[in-house]
């Protein structure tokens, strides 16, 4: 049983069907890349792995449990979606950094606000508690729930920042934690959106062409961040153009085109002996392009 | 010069019903017209189509005839007692001017790209969490240089509210013209270039205390 199983994903906006019938499977730890020429639908597939978009039809089963199913999902609460998003990260081409906030700000608002909301059902506990404790307890009772909350809080702001300076470190930009995002390099702000996405130690982080809105010479540190992440472990869907980092990082290649899978299989497979013309075509013109 | 000091005092008093109508403005306006642009943004058509064409026709119709028109209108057209003037006046004036902040705020929430939103959303956070946490400080970043100059011309507006005899700082000035003193009307300029500056300084210190960050 795979780790992630995604079944028959269909997707249309208005009349043209953007995804038709996309099924395939990943391991944890897994790298899996995803290529194909604009247009096929490889951001309308992040973007249903991500609950920003919902899939007409299909499943999608995470470590065995089913996690949507659009019969069942299509109208699911707000509420609903967000906890299944959690399980998804997603790193953006254009970073979409929160331009108010420094670095560490970026990376550590999601989580403390989730932690709050957290706080405040215990403190909702608490306060059944107390009703339900007999009169003449209740003052010692506030007096230790006072202590525990208290703890709970400092505890949880404690383990968030050194959690964001701990990814922050991962990215290599330490130093930079007090920045905010305009003055950073594009590349330095795609790192800290990577970092921020991990923050949520999400099951699965999708990157949709981390690199596009890059300058040339500042792809490299950003690729080499994603790679990074593969020895700690991190289960990766990356949409890319970097045919290069695809068969150097990835365990598994897809290649799509007119929103189904053309061609699927190892970095070799895929590469060296593409099955389809079309996949065969992709990769020609792409090193064309290499040259240009 | 104990009738300069007169004439000083009497059009403080009247520079104090031009503040009344330039602050109840902004306290009911300022929040009107933020319901005003949700409702020109709303997916809801018909919802929309009734703000745009409200929006519309306050916007396309001289402040002067409002304020006639919600002074006079009730009763003439539903016989209706008469407003208080002052009341009147302010009534006009915060839908006139809740229509202008509403496009306002329209075009600051609209410029927010849809990636900050995208980004809030796939880090779980609420709609709300997104419109207070991420969105918000944006937008006023944005719309506090067209804000202050609509606020700007608010406080000279306010000099229309004499056409139904309420005694604003011009109207107090012109009543002395008409006794044949004319300087008195030049000297309202004093107090409308000093609370005018009071609000450009306001201005622009908060335009440089967001100046921290770039959208
Ligand atoms: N929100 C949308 N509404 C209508 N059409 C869309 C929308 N999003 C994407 N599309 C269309 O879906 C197709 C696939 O787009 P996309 O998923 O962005 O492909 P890719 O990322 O592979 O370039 C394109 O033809 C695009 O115009
Ligand atoms: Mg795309």
């Known amino acids: ?292 | 010069m104990n009738f300069f000091f007169e004439v000083t005092l009497n059009l403080l008093s009247g520079f104090g019903v031009t503040l009344l109508i330039f602050a109840a403005t902004l306290v009911f306006a300022l929040p009107l017209g933020l319901v005003l642009s949700f409702g020109s943004m709303s997916s809801f058509k018909p919802l929309k189509a009734v703000v745009k064409v409200f929006v519309w026709i306050i916007r396309g119709t001289p402040l002067m005839l409002q304020i006639l028109v919600v002074y006079y209108g009730p009763a003439l057209i539903f016989g209706w007692g008469f407003l208080e003037r002052v009341v009147a006046v302010i009534v006009a004036f915060v839908i006139n001017y809740a229509c202008y902040f509403s496009e306002i705020y329209r075009g600051g929430i609209q410029s927010i790209s849809k990636g900050q939103y995208e980004a809030g959303q796939v880090l779980g956070m609420t709609r709300s969490q997104i419109f207070f946490r991420v969105v918000l400080l944006q937008v006023i970043k944005r719309i506090v240089p067209p804000m202050s100059n609509e606020i700007i011309t608010l406080v000279k507006d306010t000099s229309l509210a004499r056409i139904i005899v309420v005694e604003e700082i011009l109207k107090v000035a012109y009543d002395y013209t008409i006794k044949g003193t004319i300087w008195p009307l030049f000297y309202t300029a004093v107090y409308y270039l000093i609370f005018v500056g009071i609000l450009t300084l306001l201005f622009g210190y908060i335009e440089k205390k967001l100046n921290y960050f770039r959208v």
């Open chain 1, 1 to 292: 049983m795979a780790f992630l199983e995604i079944e028959n994903y269909t997707k249309r906006f208005g009349n043209t069907e953007v995804l038709k019938g996309i099924s395939f499977t990943l391991e944890k730890g897994e790298v899996l890349a995803i290529i194909g020429s604009s247009g096929g639908g490889k951001t309308t597939l992040l973007r249903c792995l991500n609950f920003l978009e919902m899939p007409d039809t299909g499943v999608l089963r995470l470590n065995g449990e089913t996690l949507f199913d659009a019969e069942q999902d299509r109208r699911a609460s707000d509420a609903d979606i967000r906890e299944k998003r959690l399980h998804f990260g997603l790193v953006f081409q254009q970073f979409n950094l929160f331009p108010q906030y420094t670095v560490l700000r970026n990376i550590t608002l999601a989580q403390t606000l989730l932690a709050k909301a957290d706080y405040r059902a215990k403190c909702a506990e608490c306060r059944a508690q107390l009703r339900a404790a007999p009169k003449d307890k209740r003052a010692a009772l506030r007096a230790e729930q006072k202590r525990v909350l208290a703890q709970i809080r400092d505890g949880q702001k404690q383990r968030i920042e050194e959690n964001a300076l701990r990814l922050l470190e991962r990215v290599g930009l330490t130093e930079k934690k007090n920045a905010y995002p305009f003055e950073l390099s594009g590349g330095q702000q795609q790192r800290v959106a990577i970092a921020r996405a991990l923050a949520l130690s999400p099951d699965i982080l999708c990157f949709d062409e981390p690199t596009s809105a890059l300058d040339p010479e500042l792809t490299g540190e950003v690729l080499k961040v994603i790679k990074g992440l593969k020895s700690s472990d991190s289960t990766m869907i990356v949409v890319t153009h970097e045919m290069e980092f695809a068969k150097n990082v990835a365990d598994h290649v897809i290649f799509m085109a007119d929103g189904v899978i053309e061609e699927e299989g190892t970095p070799a497979e895929v590469f060296e002996n593409p099955k389809s013309e079309k996949t065969a075509a992709f990769l020609r013109k792409s090193t064309e392009d290499l040259f240009d």
